[in-house]
């Protein structure tokens, strides 16, 4: 079975940081590439970071572009996400999926985990 469950959100000041983790299985974790998605409130779920197979490449959305670091282990079959400089507009839930492609940031796997709950106060 195909399972993805994100963790390491909470509530922090604006400024803090936080650092999630993604663990997979049921799946070749090293071959694909991976992305983090979040859902702010009232709002459709967006692409934040995407990095390839290997680790090499990363992209982000820019809103998060400086701020936000994607990684991954796959060894551990775990996907990272450590976030700095969190600000209020960073709150929502925040998932992670695979993609075929790394320039094809659409999500693989059609059963969604849980998510993160992410909360940055003012």
């Known amino acids: 079975q195909v399972q993805l469950v994100e963790s390491g959100g909470g509530l922090v000041q604006t400024g803090g940081s936080l650092r999630l983790s993604c663990a997979a299985s049921g799946f070749i974790f090293a071959s694909f590439a991976m992305s983090w998605y979040r859902q702010p409130p009232g709002k459709e779920r967006e692409v934040v970071a995407t990095?390839?197979?290997?680790?090499?490449?990363?992209k982000y959305v820019d809103s998060v572009q400086g701020r936000f670091t994607i990684s991954r282990d796959n060894a551990k079959n775990t996907l990272y996400l450590q976030m700095d400089s969190l600000s209020p507009e960073d709150t929502a839930v925040y998932y992670c999926?695979?993609?075929?492609?790394?320039?094809?940031?659409?999500?693989?796997?059609?059963?969604w985990g849980q998510g993160t709950q992410v909360t940055v106060s003012s």
């Open positions: 990095i390839s197979i290997g680790g090499s490449q990363a």
């Open positions: 999926n695979a993609n075929q492609y790394y320039h094809d940031r659409r999500p693989l796997i059609r059963s």
